[in-house]
């Protein structure tokens, strides 16, 4: 968690909270059906308080022993109808940023109902051209740069903050306090982002002083997290539960071929085109998304039959040039934004696939998987950083630490081995 200077509310009832939770989730434009979810489940938490005799404030205890009496653990659940488990936890994360921030930011911020103010928008337009020409920024990079740093300019414009010129050191440790709620790794990239833009106003005169200074130092080393691995026989049922005979299961059925047997990422998938299949040669060949590389990878005989399959019987008839498409009506290209989880999610329940412990479970995860398949066969890391289109060996090697933690998990216990002696 990242440590930032937020404002923490204390001594204030539990029901004043909540009722002051509710009326800012109703001013965030939050649906009826949301608001009484929350009202729910913010009222069963104010029983439990009670009914335990724990105290008519908000605390950090009280939350965890109230997750803890349901049952609830902060993870992906496997069972559509157990959706309800996510929503008890998301519920007291959100009165919790409540109580130590005094405000709510939404998950999902809608893009749409940004509207900058002219001269704020000017200097990001003039920034994103700088990333353009001076730091060549990937469009992928630049997109989720400009994103979030629209969300920032908001964020200022909010805190009446008219003009950049008017930026405070505060400002900045409070924006951060509002992102708390995402993963680390995606703060460090914040910080990162702001830190680039802030010195760019610093240096066109925007303001005086370098404020990138006063943003912290987050530090997320890129090997922090071990890979999220399937086991062979879930990778086979999941191939095996879908629906071939319908132009739904004939798309998805290559899409997540393309993952599991040459290690496409969502992107490369997205915008995989028609031109990119050289049928002649048996090769697939693309500019990755990522990283901005060519990489050409063999069209095996398993993953060329499935496109062909879809290709013919399958995909819609129109003048789109990206392979995959959606199923129905205008039958348009995946949005980038769309990192196709929710494919992999439809298959995974009809096979009635779970996981023995919490892990990732998008396309991104099969590719992880292929990753390590191909290190236990002993494939060589540059060969796996070639499959992959890694630009680096290091991000070749984290796949390593999956075999690692893998024979960790079934490590035999020192004491119990003792005692059968």
């Keep these: 968690m990242v440590q930032t200077n937020c404002p923490i509310s204390g001594n204030v009832p539990l029901e004043r909270l909540v009722a002051n939770a509710l009326g800012e989730i109703e001013q965030l434009g939050y649906s009826r059906r949301s608001r009484d979810r929350y009202r729910a489940i913010w009222r069963q938490f104010i029983e439990f308080s009670r009914g335990k005799e724990l105290g008519d404030e908000f605390s950090g205890n009280l939350a965890a022993r109230f997750l803890e009496e349901y049952g609830v653990r902060d993870e992906k659940v496997d069972n559509p109808g157990e959706g309800w488990r996510q929503h008890v936890v998301f519920g007291v994360k959100m009165l919790a940023d409540f109580a130590q921030n005094g405000r709510i930011e939404r998950a999902v911020t809608d893009m749409e109902k940004i509207h900058l103010l002219p001269a704020m928008k000017n200097i990001l337009c003039d920034y994103e051209h700088y990333c353009e020409d001076r730091l060549q920024l990937r469009p992928s990079t630049l997109h989720r740069r400009t994103t979030e740093l629209t969300i920032f300019l908001d964020f200022l414009h909010s805190r009446k903050a008219r003009t950049l010129d008017q930026i405070q050191a505060q400002d900045l440790s409070e924006f951060l306090c509002s992102r708390g709620h995402l993963q680390q790794k995606t703060v460090a990239r914040i910080v990162s982002d702001m830190r680039s833009f802030l010195r760019f106003l610093t240096m066109r005169g925007v303001v005086q002083k370098d404020l990138s200074v006063e943003l912290p130092t987050i530090r997320f080393p890129r090997d922090a997290s071990i890979p999220s691995v399937w086991d062979h026989e879930l990778v086979v049922r999941l191939l095996g539960a879908i629906d071939r005979s319908s132009a739904k299961g004939k798309r998805d059925y290559a899409i997540l071929l393309l ?26 060949e693309i500019t990755q998304s990522k990283t901005a590389m060519p990489l050409s990878l063999p069209l095996t005989e398993e993953v060329g039959e499935a496109l062909i399959d879809y290709l013919k019987s399958g995909r819609p008839k129109t003048a789109h040039r990206e392979v995959f498409l959606k199923v129905n009506p205008p039958f348009d290209p995946f949005m980038d934004s769309n990192n196709l989880y929710h494919i992999v999610t439809y298959w995974r329940r009809l096979a009635g696939i779970t996981f023995r412990s919490p892990q990732k479970r998008g396309i991104h995860s099969l590719r992880h998987t292929l990753a390590t398949r191909l290190l236990e066969k002993g494939t060589p890391f540059p060969t796996i950083a070639e499959i992959l289109g890694h630009t680096s060996l290091e991000a070749t090697r984290i796949y390593a630490k999956a075999n690692v933690e893998a024979l960790r998990s079934v490590a035999l216990d020192t004491e119990e081995v003792n005692h059968a002696k």
């Design 259 to 284: 993952a599991c047997r040459l290690g496409f990422r969502a992107g490369d998938i997205r915008t995989l085109k028609l031109d990119h299949l050289h049928w002649e040669d048996s090769t697939i």
